[in-house]
Every structure is written in C-alpha cells, then in structure tokens.
Nanobody, 129 residues
Framework: QVQLVESGGDLVQPGGSLRLSCAAS????????IGWFRQAPGKEREGVSC????????YYADSVKGRFTISRDNAKNTVYLQMNGLKPEDTAVYYC??????????????????????WGKGTLVTVSS
C-alpha cells in the first residue's frame, strides 16, 4: 500500500526557512517521479517542484525558483523540500506527490493538469509576522 506522510509544516516569519519531509512506504521512491504541490486558501493547486527520470531535470515553479530545493534520500525513502526566504504568499498546505510513470517530465507533472497518482494528506505552512 503506497503511503506518503508529510511533516515539518509550521508558522514561520517572512524571510525564514523550513524543511518539509515526506516519508514514503509501500514503494521505492527512486523508481518513481516525485514532487511537491501546494494549495493556498481560495486558490488553485500549484506544482511547486517535480522531478522525473524522463529527463532528469528538476522543475521549479517561477514563484519559488532560487528559494526552494527538492531532494531525496533513497536510504531513508524520504523526499525533502527546503524552503528559504519564505514569503507570506508561500502560505499553503503542501502536499508530497509520487507517480510510478516516469515517462513524463517534471515540467509535465508540475506544470500540467495531470498531477501525480499518489498524494499525502498535506502539511500546513504559514508565513506571517
């Protein structure tokens, strides 16, 4: 049974940093496409960062480029999202995602309507002074 469990969400001041973690079980992360999406109140979901071995390129939304970094620890079967220089507009529920289909690129997963097959329940990040 595929499971993704996020942690690390918190209240942080503007300019601060957070690292989100996503523990995967029921499958091996390094054989899947992975990523993070977010959804702010009243807004559509947004693909924050996605990676697929289809092209080996990590996609980042323009809104987070240069501030957020996705990484993976295969030994721990865990995905991370390091978030620096946080802004109030980064406030959202952040979801870890994964998909066994590595045919599509990270840009396709994050930037298109498809999303990924497996989703965690989300962790809340609030950026406020």
């Amino acid at each position: 049974q595929v499971q993704l469990v996020e942690s690390g969400g918190d209240l942080v001041q503007p300019g601060g940093s957070l690292r989100l973690s996503c523990a995967a079980s029921g499958f091996t992360l390094d054989s899947y496409a992975i990523g993070w999406f977010r959804q702010a109140p009243g807004k559509e979901r947004e693909g924050v960062s996605c990676f697929s071995s289809a092209d080996g390129i990590t996609y980042y939304a323009d809104s987070v480029k240069g501030r957020f970094t996705i990484s993976r620890d295969n030994a721990k079967n865990t995905v991370y999202l390091q978030m620096n220089g946080l802004k109030p507009e980064d406030t959202a529920v952040y979801y870890c995602v994964a998909d066994p289909n590595t045919y599509y690129t990270g840009r396709h997963y994050c930037g298109g309507p498809r999303g990924m097959d497996y989703w965690g329940k989300g962790t809340l990040v609030t950026v406020s002074s």
